[in-house]
């Protein structure tokens, strides 16, 4: 059996960008697409390659209020659908905070508000697999102590309205 280290070194690594994406904690794909993936960085909005990481567009300057992107997920019954739930959750000293959930019907190209902007900082969203317009977002509040809208929150009309569940 080969040694971990021959295995290691032998790698060759390359840097593929994006060159402004920054640290990401959110990145979502479709099985019927394999070579198109959505990341979401804690600084940087929403990038998408359509060729397996070789090249990274933005795409969602010029859409959303903050920058700070927490999850990202892509409708398995419509890949088209994406939502991205914004503010990092992974709380450290330097934590962005964002301003609710988006919406794209059109893989990436636009984007609509969807409201919970006091949330603040939201570590999952989830589609359900069969109806891109049941969705639940994992939201963290405040991150530096108790707040009232930190909790689960489902929506069966596509964001147009929230329930805390």
Partial sequence: ??????LVEGLHWRQAGPFRGGRSVAVAGHTSQPLTYYFGACSGGVW?????????LNVS??????ASVGAVAVAESAPNVVYAGM??????????????????????ESWRHLGLESTLHIARVRVHPHNADL????????????????????????GATWDKV
């Fill in 1 to 6: 059996m080969a040694d971990i280290r021959t």
């Fill in 48 to 56: 998408k390659t359509e060729d397996g990481g070789a090249s990274w």
């Fill in 61 to 66: 300057d010029g859409y959303f209020r903050t």
């Fill in 87 to 108: 503010g990092e959750a992974c709380i450290r000293g330097n934590v962005t905070h964002g301003d609710g959930v988006y919406r794209s019907d059109d893989a990436g």
């Fill in 135 to 158: 969705v639940y977002v994992a939201a963290f509040g405040h991150a530096f102590g108790p707040h009232e809208d930190r909790g689960v929150y489902r929506s069966a009309d596509g």
